[in-house]
């Protein structure tokens, strides 16, 4: 399967539109979360049913990334609703590669290459000029919602690499993002109706909630748990960062904010980043058999 870096791309393109939708609803950050999480993570575990039952897939490793999703999605939404979405998303999602990197090389040996470093390093780059050049203004709680927010790129960090690591090991994609999230909507239901939901009687937050459940969570979960089939996961946190740039590009559109210089310079270097670090590299032998071929043949000339 060839399209797993198209499959992490898209699922990242709707992560992008849940700040947005977020804050078209009256909605306090955590009840938003817990519905998102509840519908979401019961739409998932419901559809992958079946995989889950096929084998041992409950385990201990995967419960606490359940735990993790839970968390992440409150980090969120706290960072969004301190710091703005811009900010928020680009702090919890920008830190995410580094995290994710740094978690597969320790925990399971897995170094990043140097192209990835590098590319990595320009996308975060491209997501700072989005703040920089954005001129957002958070208010007094701007450092409580940074705060938040590089608290669940850790927690990203900790799932994906998680459920990938189960999947690689041939756990069926949509049976890992079952388990995670529908463990998750089990740790959410009580938040959800501890928080109250009688914004879920309005329109606007009833459609709010089932877009993001269903839309920004499950089908987007959907969509990367299959990316993560094939694709690295240091390189799908990486792909992760078009969410960003997609929300970004709706403040623009839907926020009526705008966008400076800086900020179209940091999109266009966080896009040709996505590019370098979507394109699949040769792997080292082949790299090697190549420069030996040119070698002799240059020998070989008179």
């Not at 940074?146 to 669940?152: I, M, P, Q, R």
């Not at 946190?237 to 966008?259: I, K, Q």
């Not at 394109?279 to 020998?299: G, I, T």
């Amino acid at each position: 399967m060839k399209n797993g870096p198209l499959a992490v791309v898209g699922a990242s393109v709707l992560w992008g539109t849940a700040g947005t939708a977020g804050l078209l609803v009256s909605a306090d950050s955590i009840a938003l979360a817990a519905a998102r999480l509840v519908i979401g993570g019961a739409a998932l575990a419901l559809f992958a049913w079946t995989g889950v039952r096929r084998g041992p897939l409950i385990t201990p490793g995967l419960l606490l990334a359940a735990v993790a999703v839970a968390a992440y999605q409150l980090c969120f939404f706290a960072a969004v609703a301190r710091t703005g979405v811009a900010i928020g998303t680009v702090v919890a999602i920008g830190s995410g590669p580094v995290f994710t990197g740094l978690l597969s090389w320790l925990l399971h040996g897995e170094r990043p290459s140097s192209r990835w470093a590098a590319a990595t390093a320009a996308a975060v780059g491209g997501c700072a000029a989005l703040i920089v050049g954005g001129g957002a203004q958070a208010g007094g709680q701007v450092v409580s919602g940074v705060a938040f927010a590089l608290l669940g790129g850790l927690l990203y960090a900790f799932y994906a690499v998680t459920a990938a690591r189960a999947i690689s090991a041939g756990a069926p994609s949509n049976g890992v993002m079952g388990v995670l999230f529908g463990g998750a909507a089990v740790i959410m239901l009580p938040v959800l109706l501890w928080r109250g939901t009688e914004w879920l009687a309005e329109p606007r937050g009833l459609l709010a909630a089932l877009y993001l459940g269903l839309g920004a969570t499950a089908l987007s979960y959907f969509l990367y748990g299959r990316g993560l089939r094939t694709t690295p996961v240091a390189t799908a946190a990486t792909l992760a960062l078009t969410e960003p740039a997609v929300a970004a590009l709706l403040g623009l559109l839907v926020l009526d904010e705008r966008l400076s210089p800086v900020s179209i310079a940091g999109l266009v270097l966080l896009a040709i980043s996505l590019v370098v670090v979507a394109v699949p590299e040769r792997p080292r032998r082949e790299k090697r058999a190549e420069r030996v071929c040119l070698d002799e043949a240059l020998e070989s000339q008179p």
